[in-house]
């Protein structure tokens, strides 16, 4: 044990001084700490189809990562996904939608 570094003292009237000693608390904000990607909430209305896609598709990354797989992370693989097939169709300009998606899909 360490020695008493004043002997006048007891331990427990040290011990009572020692807890009315201010303690520095470090501040943070409350919560999970910052990602180092920031992402945002947001909300969508999908389809019961759309829906149903995205869970297939989760499910398959999910298997193929060996991990679950969050719908976000779903949705932004796939967003990147369009994305590239987005910047191979720039030489045509389809005008409809379904001039598009086929494109997109074909």
């Known amino acids: 044990m360490a020695p008493n570094p004043n002997p006048k003292k007891s331990a427990w009237v040290q011990l009572y001084e020692a807890r009315r000693v201010p303690v520095q608390v470090m501040m943070r904000s409350p919560g999970r700490p910052a990602a180092p990607i920031p992402r945002r909430k947001v909300g969508v209305t999908l389809s ?3 829906i149903s896609e995205l869970t297939v598709w989760q499910e398959r990354f999910s298997e193929l990562l060996e ?3 969050s719908v976000g992370e779903t949705v932004g ?3 990147r996904i369009s994305t590239a097939r987005w910047n191979r169709l720039m ?3 389809p005008k409809e939608l379904v001039d598009l ?3 997109m899909i074909g």
């Open 91 to 93: 030489e045509t300009s």
């Open 77 to 79: 693989i796939l967003t």
């Open 101 to 103: 998606v086929e494109a």
């Open 67 to 69: 991990r679950k797989v």
């Open 48 to 50: 019961q189809g759309e």
